[in-house]
């Protein structure tokens, strides 16, 4: 079940090029990109930004990717179009837009850039996309 966060309603009234379902779904995707990667946030008292949970731009693009292949299948690049989302250079505004209202962190090093045509939508999310079936048990 889905939660409501006004935080994040707050950020589509600022900037209404994307859905709230987008900044929903980019929060959801770091967390799998997280774990996916090993790097889940400490279970600690503190909101303290561990360089040990950090995830470059392309690496949370290719989570992104799997999680809404994963979620939606074929229908990934419908859903991104209906949320406003055309192409990667999207995610890192969505991602800078977090990073503004304190609802995601990032280093020095961490740019806009990261994210420009880092891959086709519609190359990554209809053309190769592929069924896997999983071995019977």
């Given at each position: 079940m889905s939660m409501y966060y006004p935080q994040l309603a707050e950020i589509v009234k600022r900037d209404p090029r994307y859905s709230y379902e987008a900044?929903?779904?980019?929060?959801?995707?770091?967390?799998?990109?997280?774990?996916?990667?090993?790097?889940?946030?400490?279970?600690?008292?503190?909101?303290?930004v561990h360089p040990e949970n950090h995830v470059r731009g392309w690496e949370l693009l290719?989570?992104?990717r799997e999680l809404a292949l994963r979620e939606?299948?074929?229908?990934?690049?419908?859903?991104f179009r209906m949320w406003g989302i055309q192409k990667t250079d999207d995610f890192g505004e969505?991602?800078?837009?977090?990073?503004?209202?304190?609802?995601?962190?990032?280093?020095?090093?961490?740019?806009?850039?990261d994210f420009q045509n880092v891959y086709d939508l519609d190359e990554a999310l209809v053309r190769?996309?592929?069924?896997?079936?999983?071995?019977a048990e």
């Open positions: 900044y929903q779904f980019v929060q959801e995707a770091l967390e799998f990109t997280q774990r996916r990667l090993g790097r889940q946030r400490r279970p600690d008292k503190t909101d303290e290719d989570g992104i939606f299948g074929l229908m990934a690049r419908t859903v969505i991602v800078f837009n977090l990073v503004e209202s304190n609802l995601m962190s990032k280093t020095d090093d961490d740019d806009r850039k190769n996309y592929r069924i896997r079936l999983d071995e």
